[in-house]
């Protein structure tokens, strides 16, 4: 992890006491010291009494639980800001709501400013089709205004917009009447996001970073790039990041590099590699994710492929050479593939071992089959995936169905094959795609719409705790044991139970001689844990009414 990214460690000593510390350092510990931004020691309430007089605070935890605190191993932070202090169109259950959350939006900011939403999708609308051009044209006034899908692989626009970007009607991807894709969606994406101002970025950021602190995120891994946003914007969030209380950010820029210079540039702009959305295909609800067969409901198309075999194994030979972590978005089981024969001919010219010791990784991963499943494992590829993927889409009355049909649809998003073959998983959530939301994450993973899919409650904890450190090179992180950085919240939660090893999902142990710290139980029905506290490096970046 970059340190330009760390924020700065507390260097007082801190008694945490009277709770349940969750820690395979002591799986009944109750109590827990920090000292100059680390753990020092875990244990039981009796023995925390000897350090009582030698802190300089002692915090009752009266019951609560303490645990690492989550990675976010995928997010899009100004955007993510954006939704959350603009237009947010995920509550929109039909055609005529999104129009008028648009006219209301509007209203609300009169003058000739850019406007932004974000987050609709027309396969849960009865409609089933997104807003006309026109439509848009009436309900803004003739304002410009950028609507990206919620994939954020395509998007309407109102032709105040296209009419600030000279020749967008002859790039591919361009539709009269019908979402923009490709060249011409990052076309009007990069004119929208050329109107923030470097006030609104800031603010939109500082409100992400906050919100993710609320509910006991303690590092995001931004994926940005020149597709996606600009360098201003990715290093004004880092620099936000070293001067403010807040989650640790860590950059991912996805610019390809096929030299040493490539790579010094990276490195240039603080990114901790050049990984992330570098593109390889699009999205399976825009028909841009690259696929063998073609969609169940647009047999004329199998998608985009943005990058071949060929271009993948340049960009991983030139990152391992040069010490450098690459990385891919790929989500079509064609894209996917490509990835697979590029990483194979990297490792051929250079070495298995040098392309292993690299841990490059694979953003989405979405439509694996056993044998990418076995090379990614071959190859030590991590896996960074959004598990509230298949919560919105997955089921046999999905996207994913719609798309793909019931049969191809089951197979997304094995996280039980991955964990099996040995794949380490990263869990973030693509926001401002799907929201922050650690532990929904958690219970996604653990009640896949697909039973075989399913993992246990402490290995989808693992990959958004630990797993996040781990895909950035860092093993000695996201757990709570002595000498680890000193990053947990402090949770108010029901019963904590252990989940048997002989069923994953619907038997449960809180037998104490398991062995095993608890964790919530997150079964159907049941209230998700609320953050009271999130602490960075021993500095407390987040305190609720009761924290």
Partial sequence: MTEST???????????????????????????????GHIAWVGSEGAADAFATGVDEVVDLEGALVTPAFTDAHIH?????????????????????????VREHSAAHPGGQMLLGHGWDATRWPEQRP???????????????????????????????????????????????????????????????????????????????????????????????????????????????????????VGYWAEQVTDEKG?????????????????????????????????????????????DAAAVAAHVAACTEAGLQAGFHAIGDAALGAVIDGVRTAADRLGIARVRAARHRIE????????????????????????????????????????????????????????????????????????????????????????????????????????GWRAVGRDDAGVLVPGAPADYAVWRTGELVVQAPDDRVARWSTDPRSGTPGLPDLGPGAELPVCLRTVVSGRTVFAGPNG
């Avoid at 940005?224 to 807040?246: K, M, N, Y």
């Fill in 6 to 36: 760390a924020p700065q460690s507390d260097h007082r000593t801190v008694l945490l006491r009277g709770g349940e510390v969750h820690s395979p350092a002591d799986p009944f510990a109750t109590a827990m010291v920090v000292e100059k």
């Fill in 77 to 101: 932070t100004t955007s993510t800001g954006l939704a959350l202090t603009g237009l947010d169109l995920s509550g929109a259950r039909s055609l005529a709501d999104a129009l008028r959350f």
């Fill in 131 to 249: 807003p006309s051009r026109a439509e848009l044209d009436e309900a803004t006034g003739g304002r410009p205004l950028y609507l990206p899908r919620v994939d954020v692989h395509s998007a309407v626009v109102t032709t105040a917009l296209l009419d600030l970007v000279p020749g967008v009607t002859d790039l591919a991807g361009f539709h009269p009447d019908a979402p923009l894709t490709a060249a011409a969606h990052h076309a009007v994406r990069a004119a929208a996001h050329a109107a923030v101002t470097p006030a609104q970025r800031r603010e939109a950021q500082s409100a992400a970073l906050a919100r993710a602190a609320s509910l006991g995120i303690g590092s995001v891994h931004e994926c940005a790039g020149p597709e996606i946003s600009d360098e201003d914007d990715f290093t004004s969030l880092l620099a936000l990041a070293r001067t403010e209380p807040g989650p640790r950010v």
């Fill in 263 to 307: 790579a010094e540039r990276i490195r240039e702009l603080g990114a901790a590699g050049a990984a992330g959305d570098l593109f390889v295909d699009g999205s399976l609800g825009s028909h841009t994710a690259c696929l063998h067969d073609p969609y169940a409901d647009a047999p004329a198309t199998t998608g985009s492929a943005h990058l």
């Fill in 364 to 467: 989405h991963a979405e439509m694996l089959t056993p044998e990418t499943i076995a090379a990614f494992a071959e190859f030590g590829l991590t896996a960074s995936v959004q598990p509230a993927f298949d919560a919105a889409w997955g089921g046999d009355d999905g996207m994913y169905a719609q798309r793909l049909g019931a049969e191809r649809a089951r197979t997304l998003n094995p996280y039980a094959a991955l964990l099996r073959a040995g794949v380490p998983l990263a869990f973030g959530s693509d926001s401002p795609v799907t929201p922050l939301d650690p532990w929904g994450t958690v219970r996604a993973a653990a009640f896949h719409r697909t039973p075989e899919h399913r993992i246990s409650v402490r290995a989808a904890f693992t990959a958004h705790t630990r797993g």
